[in-house]
């Protein structure tokens, strides 16, 4: 999606097929770099915390921002990081914690153990 946005973002603002392609490679690093972050960040948190609540997205969005604004050093690591983690933790509370509590057992994020029957051959 990344590259793709890149390509038509390049195309309106340089209005040449060379300058298209590398605005489409740069938005394609920037946002396969951002959603692998993103990615590990979720899987990272997740496994360390031993629970799956809003605070993995919280975490794994404030390493997404750190990542985006490492071309400013610490403070922009630092204010992508507070950026990233504020707006994941107020779309989390009040537009996704807004839904029934069920709704992540549902997608089987619960703490339903499942068993699976194994068999012992000699």
């Known amino acids: 999606?990344?590259?793709?946005?890149?390509?038509?973002?390049?195309?309106?603002?340089?209005?040449?097929?060379?300058?298209?392609?590398?605005?489409?490679r740069k938005f394609l690093v920037t946002w396969g770099l951002f959603g692998g972050v993103y990615s590990l960040g979720l899987g990272m948190a997740r496994t360390v915390r031993q629970r799956q609540d809003k605070y993995n997205a919280v975490i794994a969005a404030c390493a997404s921002g750190a990542v985006f604004g490492r071309e400013q050093g610490i403070q922009g690591?630092?204010?992508?990081?507070?950026?990233?983690?504020?707006?994941?933790?107020?779309?989390?509370t009040f537009l996704i914690g807004a839904q029934?509590?069920?709704?992540?057992?549902?997608?089987?994020?619960?703490?339903?153990?499942?068993?699976?029957?194994?068999?012992?051959?000699?």
């Open 77 to 92: 690591m630092l204010s992508g990081c507070a950026q990233f983690a504020g707006f994941t933790y107020l779309i989390e």
């Open 100 to 122: 029934s509590p069920q709704s992540q057992q549902d997608l089987g994020m619960g703490s339903r153990k499942i068993e699976i029957p194994v068999e012992e051959r000699r």
């Open 1 to 24: 999606m990344g590259g793709l946005a890149g390509l038509v973002y390049g195309a309106i603002s340089r209005r040449t097929f060379e300058g298209a392609r590398a605005e489409g």
